[in-house]
Structure formats: structure tokens, C-alpha cells
């Protein structure tokens, strides 16, 4: 059974940092893909940022200078690293895993940016 366990959520002023954690099981963590979704109220989820199993980040416009993807498959967990924050990052936030398309996905864990 595949489990994607996200933690770091809290709520924070903007200017804040917040360190997102996913754990992952019951997979051969090593040859996924692994993403971060979020999703604010009355929005659709959308795509933060990725990592290739070999470790190469991509970043969407609205993130690129602020937050970081990493991983280590030795640990089978991925994070990301959310730095000046903003009130317009608050959403639901998600880990994915896949390898043709997002397969796998985590409970999420609550991000919230006062200003």
C-alpha cells in the first residue's frame, strides 16, 4: 500500500519560511517523479513544484526564487522549502508521485500567510 505523508503546515505571517516534509511507502521511492500541488479555497489544484527522480527541480513562475524542491531517496521523503511567504500562497498543499502522470497523492497539510 502506497502512503504519502505530508507534514510542516502551520499558519505563519508573510515574510515567514515554512519547511514542508512527504514521506513516502510502500514504493520504490528512487524511480518516481515527485511533485508539490497546492490548492487554495475555491480554486483548482495547481502545480508548485517537481523533481525528476534524478533530483532536477522545476519550479512554476509564481514560486521560482522563493521555494525549493529536494530529495533524498535514501529517506524516501521530499520537501520544499517555502521562504518569503506570501498571504497568496495560503492553500492546502500536496505531495504527488508518479511516473507518467501524478498517480499517488498525499492527504496534504494546510499552509496559511497572514499579512
Known amino acids: 500500500q502506497v502512503q504519502l505523508v505530508e507534514s510542516g503546515g502551520g499558519l505563519v505571517q508573510a515574510g515567514d519560511s515554512l519547511r514542508l516534509s512527504c514521506v513516502a511507502s510502500?514504493?520504490?521511492?528512487?524511480?518516481?517523479?515527485m511533485g508539490w500541488f497546492r490548492q487554495a479555497p475555491g480554486k483548482q489544484r495547481e502545480l508548485v513544484a517537481r523533481?525528476?527522480?534524478?533530483?532536477?527541480?522545476d519550479y512554476v513562475d509564481s514560486t521560482k526564487g522563493r521555494f525549493t524542491i529536494s530529495r533524498d531517496n535514501t529517506k524516501n521523503t521530499v520537501w520544499l522549502q517555502m521562504n518569503n511567504l506570501k498571504p497568496e500562497d495560503t492553500a492546502v498543499y500536496y505531495c504527488?508521485?508518479?511516473?507518467?502522470?501524478?498517480?499517488?497523492w498525499g492527504q496534504g497539510t494546510q499552509v496559511s500567510v497572514t499579512s
Open positions: 504527488a508521485a508518479g511516473l507518467m502522470g501524478w498517480k499517488y
Open positions: 510502500g514504493l520504490t521511492f528512487s524511480i518516481y517523479g
Open positions: 523533481i525528476t527522480s534524478g533530483g532536477t527541480p
